[in-house]
């Protein structure tokens, strides 16, 4: 029987502030693994994730990246769903449409439009912010472990794919997340990294030839699999397009990864 | 990191935006009720 023990801890950032993270021990032995949420937050599903990943014989922590202060009764999933609804109607082709774009602003709640803020003029901001942040806890908690590993969902496989440019890991997942904004910066990658997509995804899988031809340029430990016929987070087993079948195989590909990566 | 260009996508807004997507895909078909998603109060 594994007795994991858990717990929520808090990591100094670059401003000044304690962000929360969730921690599930292992063993103090045991490889380290970050997981990274999706954009709806340290979820029940992040957490249980966590719990699953740590059963396998891994110490892990899981950043709540909306725990600032100011954050916390904003970044709520019903205030990002809220923010999200009256988005519905306008097409995605006027979405750098700013008259359009207006329209629909003034149906927005007033945490809809905090929201929206740092969807929009603030994005950078946000994306910089937390790339800083999680850059913060890796190196508060993580960096002194033998062997590192992260993965991260949608956004959080965004941030996960940015950060193993930036930071030493053996085992990056990327479930359907962004690529490096900046290809070359693929260069700079020191592990393994092992991206999970969605058939059904074209945005996110629009870069996936940029990603191979450096993976080629630059003899990058890259593996990839895709999953036709699945949407975006159908990893997700509390969500809407949760994928049972796809799930459970990616989940068994990710264990093989990550001890060939994080355990040999 | 390199600047994000204006017409680029940012990894928080890109995502906000791909969630736009699938939540219009299915949550239409839930009278747009939220109930698929609750965060972690502790």
């Given amino acids: ?53 740590a059963m396998e014989g891994y110490n892990v922590i899981a950043p709540d990246l ?29 979405r750098r449409d700013p008259e359009a774009m207006n329209e629909v602003i003034k149906k927005l709640s007033p945490t809809g439009k905090k929201i929206f803020e740092y969807v929009s003029q603030k994005r950078e901001i946000m994306e910089k912010r937390m790339i800083s942040d999680l850059g913060h806890l890796y190196e508060a908690d993580m960096n002194s472990h033998k062997k590192k590993g992260i993965v991260g969902f949608c956004m959080g496989g965004g941030l996960a794919f940015q950060l193993s440019t930036e930071k030493h890991f053996d085992a990056s997942v990327i ?15 020191k592990g393994g990294v092992f991206g999970i997509y969605a058939g059904e995804d074209s945005g996110i899988n629009a870069t996936i030839p940029q990603v191979m031809e450096k993976v080629v340029n630059h003899k990058i430990n890259f593996e990839m699999k895709m999953y036709p016929g699945t949407y975006h987070a159908f990893f997700n087993d509390t969500g809407m397009s949760y994928n049972r079948e796809a799930s459970e195989d990616a989940w068994e590909r990710v264990k093989y990864f990550y001890r060939r990566n994080l355990n040999e | 990191m390199s600047e994000l260009k204006n017409d680029e996508e940012g990894i928080f807004d890109g995502c906000f935006y791909v969630w736009v997507d699938v ?3 299915y949550m239409s078909k839930k009278d747009g009720k939220f109930n698929d998603y609750e965060r972690i109060k502790d």
Wanted: charged share 35%; no cysteine; aromatic share 12%.
């Fill in chain 1, 1 to 53: 029987m594994v007795n994991l023990q858990e717990s929520m801890k808090k990591f100094e950032v670059e401003d000044g502030n304690e962000l929360d993270y969730f921690e599930v021990k292992y063993g103090e032995s045991a490889p380290k693994i970050m997981v990274v949420s999706e954009i709806w937050g340290l979820t029940k599903f992040i957490k249980s994730f966590s719990r699953r990943v």
């Fill in chain 1, 66 to 94: 909306y725990s600032r202060k100011e954050d916390k009764s904003i970044f709520t999933e019903e205030n990002i769903m809220d923010a999200m609804r009256p988005m519905w109607s306008l097409p995605p082709e006027k």
């Fill in chain 1, 175 to 189: 479930f359907y997340g962004a690529s490096p904004r900046n290809m070359e910066d693929m260069a700079k990658i």
């Fill in chain 2, 23 to 25: 939540t219009k895909k």
